[in-house]
């Protein structure tokens, strides 16, 4: 049974920075893709990060690049995420997930972990 644990969210000022933590159990972590997702308060799931197995692909949208870094560590089978120079439009629960497939969907989520800017 796969898992996912999401840890590292917290309340920080804006133009600070955490760095989120996800850790996979239940599978072959290492041949995942692994994707970031976000959810503010009455919006939709965004997409903010993806990467491949390999390490050497990743994506974000416009709306994170150059301030968040999705990396993975497949011994530890974790998958983090560097938000840095935060603004309070990056408010929302954060979620992270895993496609074991070459699809495009992700079958696997984690609980999600709460990431509050203050202005």
């Known amino acids: 049974q796969v898992q996912l644990v999401e840890s590292g969210g917290g309340l920080v000022q804006a133009g600070g920075s955490l760095r989120l933590s996800c850790a996979a159990s239940?599978?072959?972590?290492?041949?995942?893709?692994m994707g970031w997702f976000r959810q503010a308060p009455g919006k939709g799931r965004e997409f903010v990060a993806t990467?491949?197995?390999?390490?050497?692909?990743?994506d974000y949208p416009d709306s994170v690049k150059g301030r968040f870094t999705i990396s993975r560590d497949n011994a530890k089978n974790t998958v983090y995420l560097q938000m840095n120079s935060l603004k309070p439009e990056d408010t929302a629960v954060y979620y992270c997930?895993?496609?074991?497939?070459?699809?495009?969907?992700?079958?696997?989520w984690g609980q999600g972990t709460q990431v509050t800017v203050s202005s």
């Open positions: 997930a895993a496609n074991p497939t070459s699809g495009t969907s992700w079958p696997y």
């Open positions: 239940g599978g072959t972590f290492s041949y995942w893709r």
């Open positions: 990467i491949k197995w390999s390490s050497s692909s990743t």
